[in-house]
């Protein structure tokens, strides 16, 4: 079963607008991980975030966690073309060894 | 260096049959793990290795079935293969220390799986 929802499902937007998607999960986690995902090919990792962490700065990419809601916020600024693609959080459950749990994805569309 | 490696990218397969998929990990990496992903989902669990030992599992069929060699590549076999089996499915690694906690997992690219 899916642990995490992602919101919104898909969001269509201007190259040079911010996009943000949103994660909501279910029970503690060791960690979150935010990977990308091409035209359903592999997984490409961007970001993890560990449960003690608040925000997270990477590039053009800020991710926040908030532990209490149990949700986390993908951000990427002055998006480009290139940024078109399916956002996946991933969670490391406490007690789960590293098994990610994913959420359903958001699909990202950045118009030239 | 190179990344994780699956083998073969697409594969085509009928009702029944069995398949083999391979993965081969980031060099350094002990921990192999397995994920399903249908069309229009996120990946799911299958399997989790480290230092050739079962790690964890998710919740597959015993149809599924995985293994880890002593150079850490995997293999993850399917048997009586079934039309919802196909999927996409990537492989995963990581270093494996910890207990896998903490841990970023690498993805490969995928092997899609078609059963007709």
């Known amino acids: 079963s899916q642990q995490g929802e992602e919101d919104p499902q898909a969001l269509s937007i201007q190259e040079g607008e911010n996009a943000t998607m949103n994660c909501s999960y279910k029970t503690s986690i060791n960690n979150l991980q935010w990977y990308r995902q091409n035209s359903g090919r592999g997984l490409v990792h961007l970001i993890l975030?560990?449960?003690?962490?608040r925000e997270k700065h990477s590039g053009r990419l800020r991710v926040t966690l908030d532990t209490s809601k149990k949700s986390s916020s993908l951000l990427i600024t002055a998006s480009r073309a290139a940024d078109t693609a399916s956002y996946f959080c991933a969670t490391d459950g406490y007690n789960q060894g590293g098994k990610l749990i994913f959420g359903q994805g958001t699909e990202l569309s950045v118009k030239p | 260096d190179a990344g994780v490696t699956q083998s073969p990218t697409h594969l085509i397969k009928t009702r029944g049959q069995h398949v083999t998929l391979r993965c081969s990990p980031i060099?350094?990496?002990?921990?192999v793990s397995w994920y399903q992903q249908v069309l229009g989902q996120g990946p799911q669990f299958i399997f989790q290795?480290?230092?050739?030992?079962?790690?964890g599992r998710g919740n597959f069929p015993d149809r599924f079935s995985a293994r880890q060699f002593p150079n850490y590549s995997s293999e993850l076999n399917v048997n009586a293969l079934l039309l919802g089996d196909s999927a996409l499915y990537l492989c995963?690694?990581?270093?494996?220390?910890?207990?896998?906690?903490?841990?970023?997992?690498?993805f490969g690219p995928g092997t899609r799986l078609l059963v007709l």
């Open positions: 975030i560990r449960s003690n962490e």
């Open positions: 290795y480290y230092e050739k030992e079962e790690r």
């Open positions: 995963a690694s990581s270093l494996g220390g910890a207990g896998g906690v903490q841990e970023t997992q690498y």
């Open positions: 060099s350094g990496h002990k921990s």
